[in-house]
């Protein structure tokens, strides 16, 4: 993938801890892991390049209703379900859904070019707790 960002000792911090990570962890989660390979960092150091590197598709924002934007390394297309209870992130491991493409453009006069689709559900362990709290 092409990007027009410079490297920099902050940026690859950034980028090593997310692809370290399948937790697709908050802005907050990532400065305090960033935290300790550059002791100096500000959060809103973290929180810009976050962005930028989003912008640069060198990372991808998952932004889940109004709950706080979760960010992930695996910029390899895939599916995210999002527990309605906790608010995790998790990947779905299924086959992409490219045909919705082909039925956005069936009634788009210009060109579709991508779809983006998350999942809502609630995770084995909320399950689990709302289990037994009947
Ligand atoms: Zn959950
Ligand atoms: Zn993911």
Redesign the pocket.
């Known amino acids: 993938m092409k990007t027009g960002l410079k490297r920099s000792k902050q940026r690859d911090a950034i980028i090593n801890y997310l692809r370290s990570t399948k937790e ?1 962890p908050t802005a907050d989660t990532v400065y305090m892991n960033v935290k300790e390979v550059i002791p100096n960092i500000s959060l809103g150091t973290v929180y810009r390049n976050l962005n930028l590197l989003a912008a640069c598709g060198d990372i991808i924002k998952i932004s889940c209703d109004n709950k706080s934007e979760r960010f ?1 390394g ?1 910029v390899h297309p ?1 599916y ?1 379900v999002i527990c309605t209870e906790c608010g995790e992130v998790m ?1 779905l491991e299924m086959e992409p859904l490219d045909h919705v493409n082909v039925l956005a453009g069936a009634v788009f006069d210009g060109r579709i070019e991508e779809h983006v689709v998350y999942f809502k559900g609630i995770c084995k362990k909320c399950l689990k707790k709302l289990d037994t709290a009947k």
Do not use: P
Request: a negative charge; glycine letters at 0%; aromatic letters at 0%.
């Open positions: 697709h992930d695996n895939h995210h990947d």
